[in-house]
């Protein structure tokens, strides 16, 4: 019995071993046998030419038409202005703004691509049977640039023609809100230099980034800032930020009216006193909280119509009236952060135009609250171990500003 058992099993290994040996090149033989599947192509077929087209999009031109101007087919025209729908709006293609096609000379499409403005592009492209459309995001460089301005009249007319102003005017009212109330203190003569950060696609400006020092000269004071891990401080590392905003709303025009003991009310045209300020602003210009609190009181109020109060540290309440709307969650007992939003500026109550009626007190006495928020407590100091590394960060901004101030003319101001 054993020895045939032992007979078959060498028997069987031998099979297999001959199996796995001469079968796979017999598979080898009969794939090299079998012809190609495609056939070559026949020799009158030539190769399609692709024709590419640079334009830009005429006036009152939609996408559809655009297409077809170039004798791409209707219908593939419609499949693009479809595909696209998830990833551009086609309503938002700008007349003027540069487009470029490649396509068969059957008129098929192969490639369409369309500048949506200075950072991203739209793109379409055949893909073997289906087209596919993208956006895509341009590469930036970055480089640093330097901006000085003197101011005769605004900051928005001192920052001239440059691109996007408002951008720059913004930021430098936000780095520079709890030393100088830009809608109220700003004056003729003042001086700016920014050091900022511009992001360029083929040498051509695209948008600002971050100011890394901004430098403001505000009636004979002169006034630096410069970035470090996200926040503004001085040439002694001391935080440009305060515990209070210089004003409630954001970027504020003016103060149509200040605090007084004694003036003529609007609508009851009896003489009351204004312990309050009032801010000119929008209907709908947000209106945030000055400093970190407690909302104690958030609804209607009379002729204050939509009121919001908040109780701050050291004695202090803020009150903001006159509110189109209060912003959804905001009542009484709930904790608030500086700068969140709290409501938008209306005329509810006794109000003759949208403005924000803007009340402070200290231990329950009105004050005026223009001087009151300037004296927001600056954050600690920059200390310790990380001390070394601000120097490093700023000294040469600092050296550059100098270097700027010195050659600035105007600069005498600054020492008066
Ligand atoms: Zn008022």
Known sequence: MGVYKCRAGLIWSLLFAIIITVVPKYWELRIESIPPLIPPPPAINTVPKTEIVEDTIQKNRTL????????????????IADLIKPVFDVRKLRFGNPFRLEKESDGTLKKFEYKIDDESVLKIQKASDAYEAKVEKLDLETRESTITAEIHSSLWEALGDLPKREYLATELAQIFQWQVDFSTEIQPGDQIRLMVEEAVHDGNFVKYGKIHAAELVNAGRRYRGFLFKDSYYDEKGVSLKGAMLASPLKFTP???????????????????????TDY????????????NGVVTFAGWDGGYGNLVRIR????????????????????????IKQSELI???????????PHLHFMMTKNGTPI???????KGAPAPPIEGRIKAEFADVVAPMQAKLDEIDASSPALTVAHR
Request: aromatic content about 4%; cysteine-free.
């Open 368 to 374: 005026n609250p223009v001087p009151a928020l300037k």
């Open 254 to 276: 003016r103060v149509s009216s200040g605090f007084t003991s004694r003036r003529m009310h609007p609508i009851l045209g009896t003489e009351r006193a204004h312990l309050a």
């Open 343 to 353: 409501g938008l500026v209306g005329q509810t109550g006794l109000a003759t135009g």
């Open 64 to 79: 559809v038409a655009t297409l077809v101007d170039y004798e791409v087919p209707v219908a593939i025209a419609n499949e």
């Open 312 to 335: 701050h540290s050291s004695g202090l309440t803020s009150g903001y009236a006159h509110l189109s709307h209060v912003t959804p969650g905001i009542r009484a007992g709930r904790a």
């Open 280 to 291: 000119a602003a929008p209907a709908g210009s947000p209106v945030v909280a000055v400093a």
